[in-house]
């Protein structure tokens, strides 16, 4: 990509739609857009203009046209928009207007960010905010992603470096002037004292559990279980459409479905998987191998039986498990009774309030492994029916907020952050260990890493090879 070329793109959905929005950004942006308008209006001021092809003078559309010179825009370039209806045809005509000017180009995924990012509007971190902002399926990420947007962490982490950059010019002055009657004779010790204060915050916000990441990456719950046991109906359910193929027979779902739930403003995906049970069927293998697989990774498991059928005997996973009786609408003579009415062998059904609190604190079931038998607590549901999935939801919800509590105010939301500043907080406690009389010349090495891994969290240093990777999930126009 050159800095040199300007570039364009479609910056809104996919058509067709209401309105369309196409930006040019770079050197030729002005003369592009009075090419296309015979005009450049003032800046920041829309004004309205019909849009023609510079060659044959056909016109295209009538539009919105806006101007913003550099550097006070998004890319810090010339930028210019134009708002036209947003159907298929107006977009290809107006696109292949501007293809025939010299000097413009198509935009690469995420361009436009990555120029503003070059010209110093973004930093990594308001970057990534960005893309995440893009990608918020809930309240709570679009929350978390604002606040990154808006320099939750990378202000933070640039008052950081201020200090770091203040501390190392004392050491350097005690290494270069030492000799000099106007330099106070203790500057490492003021020093020092600023590294042991920055190590101390910087130990306190990687101390949060990762709670940031797991906003940004959401809960996740295994649904798993026996073949034939309403795993599928049940994530159909939770879904509120048919995501999942509903079958009477065994082993239909054969690949792990994925679906994303928004409870109560927080993420949550769930996972249909494999039944598990042995088979000689080499594809239905494949499948519960990866059943037992997902289900090891995620947070929750729901172990759905069939209420009806004999109890299954099985290890599955150390994931946290709750075990969900399904199909109680076909046990004869029996009431459908929800999760409130959670069956104890050692306990009486009229603590079912408890029971619930417990199994949102703690899950359905409090041991790390699982082996199940007849003798544990088990929730009554049917999938079928909806009786007692009004709870199971309730409880879901529980969960999750209970598994995110405070994720929204972490600092840190991806492990690249997490590792700049663990090299930092290990850089700074090199700095400060050893004997008293050590260097200053090791001291200051150390406090220059340390504030070159700050440098990588925002982007001012050394991050050319990350730089693709986070610009390659942005879309085009972006």
Known sequence: MSARDTIYALS???????????????????????????????????ALVR?????????????????????????GEDT?????????????????????????????AGEFTRRGFENGKLDL???????????????????????????????????????????????EAAIDFSDEGDVPPDLLKPALATARELKDEIAAVLADGSRGERLRDGVVVAIAGPPNAGKSTLLNRLARREAAIVSPYAGTTRDVIEVHLDLAGLPVTLLDTAGIRATDDPVEMEGVRRARERAAAADLVL??????????????????????????DLLSGKSESGITSVLYTSESKDRSNEALKDMVTNGLTGSSERKFSQDESVSNISAVTGAGFDALLQALTGYAESHLAGAEAALVTRERHRRALKDTEEALGRALSGPAVRREELIAEELRLAARALGRLTGRVDVEDILDVIFRDFCIGK
Not at 30 to 45: D, M
Not at 51 to 75: C, K, M, N, R, Y
Not at 303 to 328: F, G, L, Y
């Open 303 to 328: 172990w759905v039986e069939d209420a009806s059928a004999p109890a299954v005997d099985e290890t599955v996973t150390k994931t946290r498990t709750w075990r969900i009786r399904n199909k109680i």
């Open 80 to 108: 210019a928009e134009l708002q036209l209806h947003g159907g298929r045809a107006v977009i290809a005509a107006t696109l292949a207007a501007l293809s025939k000017l010299e000097g413009l180009r198509p935009a690469e």
């Open 12 to 46: 809104s959905g996919r058509p067709p739609a209401a309105i369309a929005v196409i930006r040019m950004s770079g050197p030729r942006a002005g003369e592009a857009l009075k090419a296309l308008t015979g005009k450049i209006p003032k800046p920041r001021e829309a």
């Open 51 to 75: 849009v023609h092809d510079p060659q044959s003078g056909e016109i295209i559309d009538e539009a919105l046209a806006l101007w913003f010179a550099a550097p006070a825009s998004e890319t």
């Open 125 to 171: 971190t308001a970057v990534e905010g960005l893309a995440d902002l893009v990608m918020a399926e809930t309240e709570a990420q679009r929350r978390q992603a604002y606040r990154q947007l808006r320099g939750l962490l990378g202000n933070r982490a640039e008052a950081w470096r201020q200090k770091l950059i203040r501390a190392l010019a004392l050491v």
